[in-house]
Nanobody, 115 residues
Framework: QVQLVESGGGLVQAGGSLRLSCAAS????????MGWHRQVPGKQRELVAR???????NYAVSVKGRFTISRDNAKNTVYLQMNNLKPEDTAVYYC?????????WGKGTLVTVSS
């Protein structure tokens, strides 16, 4: 059973920055894709960013140029650096990892951006 534990969420003013971290209970080298999704109550969960084992990345249009995803396989960790945050970025952010067989999810961390 793989566990993903997110950290780094919190309350920040618009224009501020946060860095989310997600630590996996298994070697980061075993995951093909790692990523971040977010969800607002009453809406579908949406992809924010993901990164493959070859470090290829893709981002939601709404965050491109403001957010940066990275991974450190030696530390079994994926990061999301969020800059120039906007109130519409307020959501629960979930870490995700795919190991060619299954998708794993963290329990989420809340990010609140005040205007």
């Amino acid at each position: 059973q793989v566990q993903l534990v997110e950290s780094g969420g919190g309350l920040v003013q618009a224009g501020g920055s946060l860095r989310l971290s997600c630590a996996a209970s298994r070697s980061g080298f075993s995951f093909n894709t790692m990523g971040w999704h977010r969800q607002v109550p009453g809406k579908q969960r949406e992809l924010v960013a993901r990164i493959t084992s070859s470090r290829s990345t893709n981002y939601a249009v709404s965050v491109k140029g403001r957010f940066t995803i990275s991974r450190d396989n030696a530390k079994n960790t994926v990061y999301l650096q969020m800059n120039n945050l906007k109130p519409e970025d307020t959501a629960v952010y979930y870490c995700n990892a795919y190991d060619y067989v299954m998708d794993y999810w963290g329990k989420g961390t809340l990010v609140t951006v005040s205007s």
